[in-house]
């Protein structure tokens, strides 16, 4: 039987809960996500938050957009003119630009974004309109017969 890595399809979305979980229950080991590294938190019933780790970025580096219902995460790292005068005997810290894009699910926006301490923070919150949100009918209330007026001619 063929098993088939589902992974990418929920590893960059957010609002598709249940979808995830399900994924999650059919597909096998998780594979490790590229450059740079980051987690998808539930932090309320509607509330998100996407942390990346960006460490070596600045503010002005790192570009969050939204287009329609993707979310892109750009770093470009500046050109460091004394980079030359360095001489590294172990260089571990990833200095490369990136791009991550995330798909969110409907009514999904972008809260804001903070960079502290090295993480990027992106905080999403899911918004349903009023006609889509659970609501309780009272039974019996559009039960009578509708009452007709008599005009006078």
């Known amino acids: 039987m063929r098993h088939f890595d589902l992974s990418p399809l929920y590893r960059s979305t957010v609002g598709f809960d249940r ?3 399900l994924l999650d229950s059919v597909s096998g080991a998780d594979v490790d996500a590229p450059y740079p590294p980051y987690n998808i938190e539930r932090l309320g019933e509607n509330d998100y ?5 960006v460490a070596g970025f600045s ?3 790192i570009k969050v957009d939204v287009k ?4 892109t995460v750009r770093g470009e790292r500046k050109a460091e003119t004394s980079e030359n005068d ?3 005997l172990h260089r571990g810290i990833a200095s490369r630009s990136f791009e991550r894009k995330f798909q969110l699910a409907d009514h999904v926006e972008v809260k804001g ?3 502290k301490d090295g993480l990027l923070n992106v905080d999403l919150v899911r918004n349903l309109p009023e006609r889509m949100r659970p609501r309780s009918i009272p039974i019996g209330a559009g039960s009578e017969a509708p009452k007709q007026l008599e005009t006078t001619s």
């Open 68 to 71: 329609e219902s993707t979310l």
């Open 86 to 88: 360095r001489r590294y």
């Open 49 to 53: 938050r996407i942390t990346m780790a």
């Open 113 to 115: 974004a903070d960079l």
């Open 19 to 21: 979808l995830a979980q």
């Open 59 to 61: 503010p002005d580096e």
